[in-house]
């Protein structure tokens, strides 16, 4: 049972067919020491499960990887579609035509859930769910998750969307290993929006030692699920349990696994024992354990909160993906927050951690040859957020009509766009 990590991503699997379906069985469960990749529990890993609102984490991942790229910024705002004003619970409520920040959208991704920012993020980044998921799908695949397959952004029921749970474990490790500082957001306990304050999902964060992430999920086909990770004594764990009768059974096992595991850790740590030595019984048995049926009118949602039926909805957007083309020389930023000139109004299209990424912005705003924007006054601007250097792409040169046309256009096209007031 114990391999190395990158065995597990390099593992033969049978490719899924067309016609491929999870069994009528729920659960499947996998425990992994996330920085040799041993994996001390595994039962049905590798047989096909439903994710649910696991696939946000891909989603995510997706997310911090178009940030490294400067493709968005933390600051930019998203705006709400039609599409996704209607997502069906879990959901944040927003309103069609109205904005949230990337950063407000993990967040609300991470703690609440949320459907309909996982929409938001799709259009933005893929130009359309339909074309988003299959980006997802691409990407799973490079890092070896070969047995998933993602039909949208959020997890509502789909039975052509599937994954198990060793893509899972993998999907774990790849988003904390590849983005560290920003996998912080998954140990946020709570959301404070418009005056309400939603909790995590994952009720392990807080009440289990160590646990500092990930995800939760139900619909009525996958049954209670979470991907969960702990660290304790400078050791990491993954763990993924599918299948759980409710959301108590799920994280009972779950935290009964960490604890073994753990436990067994401990137990090589004090009697100098290598990864070779033979597994307790309790990890190592195979007999597998089967959890009690969902009744079938079970109504969809996340983690214990039940919502309404979800209805799939089959209005698939087809807009093509903007094209990037080769990046001219960089302009210089501004070494100082400069204001805008006095009585004129701006657009940014744009806030970036670096230089490069604000230019790569620019450079694909400018290839983009919007009429409005021939000719206008383009700047990068340096400031700082909380500290760290903050870029921003902005046009100058506005009255505050012909922005707010300007931005209307460009949010219409899927691209970040908002009006800046004077000063």
Do not use: C
């Given at each position: 049972m114990r391999t190395a990590l990158f065995i597990l991503v390099a593992l033969v699997t049978v490719p899924i067919m067309a016609l491929a379906r999870p069994s009528p069985e729920r659960f499947a469960a996998i425990a992994v020491v996330e920085?040799?990749?041993?994996?001390?529990?595994?039962?049905?890993?590798?047989?096909?499960?439903?994710?649910?609102?696991?696939?946000?984490?891909?989603?995510?991942?997706?997310?911090?990887?178009?940030?490294?790229?400067?493709?968005?910024?933390?600051?930019?705002?998203?705006?709400?579609?039609?599409?996704?004003?209607?997502?069906?619970?879990?959901?944040?409520?927003?309103?069609?035509?109205?904005?949230?920040?990337?950063?407000?959208?993990?967040?609300?991704?991470?703690?609440?859930?949320?459907?309909?920012?996982?929409?938001?993020?799709?259009?933005?980044?893929?130009?359309?769910?339909?074309?988003?998921?299959?980006?997802?799908?691409?990407?799973?695949?490079?890092?070896?998750?070969?047995?998933?397959?993602?039909?949208?952004?959020?997890?509502?029921?789909?039975?052509?969307?599937?994954?198990?749970?060793?893509?899972?474990?993998?999907?774990?490790?790849?988003?904390?290993?590849?983005?560290?500082?920003?996998?912080?957001?998954?140990?946020?306990?709570?959301?404070v929006w418009k005056a309400r304050t939603l909790n995590n999902h994952n009720t392990l964060l807080g009440r289990v030692e160590g646990v500092d992430g990930l995800k939760t999920g139900f619909t009525n086909a996958s049954g209670y699920n979470i991907a969960v990770t702990a660290e304790r004594k400078g050791e990491r764990l993954i763990v993924i349990v599918f299948g759980g009768a409710s959301g108590k059974e799920r994280d009972t096992y779950a935290t009964r696994l960490l604890?073994?595991?753990?436990?067994?850790?401990?137990?090589?740590?004090?009697?100098?024992?290598?990864?070779?030595?033979?597994?307790?019984?309790?990890?190592?048995?195979?007999?597998?354990?089967?959890?009690?049926?969902?009744?079938?009118d079970t109504a969809q949602g996340d983690g214990d909160r039940r919502g309404v039926k979800i209805v799939i909805d089959d209005n698939i957007e087809t807009r093509p993906l903007p094209v990037l083309k080769p990046a001219s020389p960089a302009p210089q930023p501004i070494l100082t927050n400069i204001p805008d000139p006095q009585g004129d109004w701006a657009v940014q299209v744009g806030a970036f951690s670096s230089n490069a990424q604000a230019s790569q912005r620019l450079n694909h705003i400018n290839d983009m040859e919007v009429l409005a924007l021939i000719g206008r006054n383009s700047q990068i601007i340096k400031g700082e957020r909380n500290g760290a250097a903050l870029y921003r792409v902005r046009y100058l040169g506005f009255d505050a009509n012909k922005a707010r046309e300007v931005c209307t256009r460009l949010n219409a096209d899927g691209q970040s766009c908002f009006a800046v007031p004077p000063g």
């Open positions: 920085a040799t990749g041993e994996v001390l529990h595994a039962r049905h890993a590798e047989d096909l499960r439903y994710p649910a609102s696991l696939t946000k984490v891909m989603t995510l991942y997706m997310v911090f990887e178009a940030i490294k790229a400067g493709e968005i910024g933390w600051d930019d705002p998203l705006r709400i579609s039609s599409k996704a004003a209607r997502a069906r619970p879990s959901r944040l409520g927003l309103k069609a035509n109205t904005t949230i920040s990337v950063e407000d959208a993990v967040r609300a991704m991470v703690t609440k859930s949320a459907n309909d920012v996982a929409i938001v993020l799709a259009e933005r980044l893929g130009g359309g769910e339909a074309r988003f998921a299959t980006l997802m799908t691409k990407r799973a695949h490079e890092m070896g998750m070969d047995n998933s397959r993602f039909i949208n952004a959020s997890g509502l029921p789909d039975k052509r969307q599937v994954t198990t749970a060793r893509d899972m474990a993998v999907l774990a490790y790849r988003i904390h290993h590849d983005y560290p500082e920003d996998y912080r957001y998954f140990s946020l306990s709570k959301l604890e073994r595991a753990f436990a067994e850790l401990d137990r090589r740590r004090e009697n100098n024992m290598d990864t070779n030595t033979p597994l307790p019984r309790d990890l190592d048995d195979q007999k597998p354990v089967l959890f009690a049926g969902l009744p079938e």
